[in-house]
Antibody, heavy 118, light 111 residues
Framework: QVQLQESGPGLVKPSETLSLTCTVS????????WSWIRQPAGKGLECIGR???????NYNPSLKSRVTMSVDTSKNQFSLKLTSVTAADTAVYYC????????????WGQGTLVTVSS | QSVLTQPPSVSGAPGQRVTISCTGS?????????VHWYQQLPGTAPKLLIY???NRPSGVPDRFSGSKSGTSASLAITGLQAEDETDYYC???????????FGGGTKLTVL
């Protein structure tokens, strides 16, 4: 059974770069799409984008200028970088899997809270 | 403001049936993109509840069902139980914004 686990700093200063990693266990990262989704406290869900295991990304157009995703198949990990963060980027960040040819997210990681504050 | 519109809250008594609507547009649900539903218990990640409009993953009780028509979709829950009291989100793909989009979420209260 595939499991996902997010990791990274829980506190990032304004204007700096948010960096998170998602480790995939119980299965291969290859031949799937991998996504980042975030949820501000008490609010809804926003898809940040997805990346295929070969490194080909698709980003949310509203965040595209600040987002970079990457994949490390040797470590079964994928990563998110979000630059020039502000308080509006404070949220729980989830990683999740998308199968090829499907557009629902399953499974999800447990999520990690990232707070943007000085 | 979410691309998909859900009622902020719905309620029902134990044993009753409730439905949660998800209204989209011609660029998402109306364009033929499938609708999926997630259940999110407090402090936990969303869990896939319905995929492909009306399919249940293994382990999801048949009290949960989904439907889609035109630019809208619905999640129905029959035989309401106290454990069903939580948040529910719909999700689809939107061709205009070229991204996967979610509803704003609906909080279900079991009276």
């Amino acid at each position: 059974q595939v499991q996902l686990q997010e990791s990274g700093p829980g506190l990032v200063k304004p204007s700096e770069t948010l960096s998170l990693t998602c480790t995939v266990s119980g299965g291969s990262i290859k031949n799937y799409y991998w996504s980042w989704i975030r949820q501000p406290a008490g609010k809804g869900l926003e898809c940040i984008g997805r990346i295929y295991s070969n490194g080909s990304p698709n980003y949310n157009p509203s965040l595209k200028s600040r987002v970079t995703m990457s994949v490390d198949t040797s470590k079964n990990q994928f990563s998110l970088k979000l630059t020039s963060v502000t308080a509006a980027d404070t949220a729980v960040y989830y990683c999740a899997r998308l199968k090829v040819g499907e557009d629902w997210f399953d499974p999800w990681g447990q999520g990690t809270l990232v707070t943007v504050s000085s | 403001q979410s691309v998909l519109t859900q009622p902020p809250s719905v309620s029902g008594a134990p044993g009753q049936r409730v439905t949660i609507s998800c209204t989209g547009s011609s660029s998402n649900i109306g364009a033929g993109h499938d609708v999926h539903w997630y259940q999110q218990l407090p402090g936990t990640a969303p869990k896939l509840l319905i995929y492909g409009n009306n399919n249940r993953p293994s382990g999801v009780p048949d009290r949960f069902s989904g439907s889609k028509s035109g630019t809208s979709a619905s999640l129905a829950i029959t035989g309401l139980q106290a454990e069903d009291e939580t948040d529910y989100y719909c999700q689809s793909y939107d061709s205009n914004v070229s991204n996967w989009v979610f509803g704003g979420g609906t909080k279900l209260t079991v009276l």
